[in-house]
């Protein structure tokens, strides 16, 4: 059974940080991409970052660009989220995302793109 596990979410004063992580399980991601996505209150899920299995090729939204590291170590299965700067509108429930393309260089940045998802970890953060 593949699972995708979240921790590293809580409650943080605007202009904090915090480290999101995804541990994967049940099969290997080392040749897939995976993502980070979230859904605030009220509002569809939405792309955050994602980056190619070999980490070759990287993409962020516009609004965490600059501000938000999405990284990734093979060997343990574990895709991380660092998150600097953070805003009372990044608050929302962060989800990880795997399976995505087998490509080097194309980044999935759709919901449909990935196959296997975790099941969130919330991120408050307060003026």
């Known amino acids: 059974q593949v699972q995708l596990v979240e921790s590293g979410g809580g409650l943080v004063q605007a202009g904090g940080s915090l480290r999101l992580s995804c541990a994967a399980s049940?099969?290997?991601?080392?040749?897939?991409?995976m993502g980070w996505f979230r859904q605030a209150a009220g509002r569809e899920r939405e792309f955050v970052a994602a980056n190619t299995w070999s980490s070759s090729s990287t993409h962020y939204a516009d609004s965490v660009k600059g501000r938000f590291t999405i990284s990734r170590d093979n060997a343990k299965n574990t895709v991380y989220l660092q998150m600097n700067s953070l805003k009372p509108e990044d608050t929302a429930v962060y989800y990880c995302a795997g399976g995505g393309s087998g490509s080097s260089w194309y980044v999935p940045r759709s919901r449909t793109e990935y196959r296997y998802w975790g099941q969130g970890t919330q991120v408050t953060v307060s003026s």
């Open positions: 049940g099969r290997t991601f080392s040749d897939r991409a």
